[in-house]
């Protein structure tokens, strides 16, 4: 059973900063990319940032210059430095990862979510 476990959320005014953590756990699991994902009410998931195997970074240009993703392939994490937050940032993060067991296709998977709300 693949476990994504997720923390750091909460609230921050404007111009704050929060930093994500998640943790992925899994028996004799092999991880493509991981990211984050976020969904505000009313909209749709969309992707916040993520990062390959290869260590190869893709943002949301709504977090460009302010949000950075990084990981640690030894602890199988991956954490999001979020700064200059914004209202429009609110929203609840979710941790995803592409991971597979050995001579098995990638699946994608998925934290429980965790709320990060930004006030003006």
């Known amino acids: 059973q693949v476990q994504l476990v997720e923390s750091g959320g909460g609230l921050v005014q404007a111009g704050g900063s929060l930093r994500l953590s998640c943790a992925v756990s899994?028996?004799?699991?092999?991880?493509?990319?991981m990211g984050w994902y976020r969904q505000a009410p009313g909209k749709q998931r969309e992707l916040v940032a993520l990062?390959?195997?290869?260590?190869?970074?893709n943002y949301s240009d709504s977090v460009k210059g302010r949000f950075t993703i990084s990981r640690d392939n030894a602890k199988n994490t991956v954490t999001l430095q979020m700064n200059s937050l914004k209202p429009a940032d609110t929203a609840v993060y979710y941790c995803?990862?592409?991971?597979?067991?050995?001579?098995?296709?990638?699946?994608?998977?998925w934290g429980q979510g965790t709320q990060v709300t930004v006030s003006s």
């Open positions: 899994g028996v004799m699991l092999r991880i493509n990319s």
């Open positions: 995803n990862t592409q991971a597979r067991k050995v001579a098995s296709p990638y699946i994608t998977y």
């Open positions: 990062v390959t195997s290869d260590g190869t970074t």
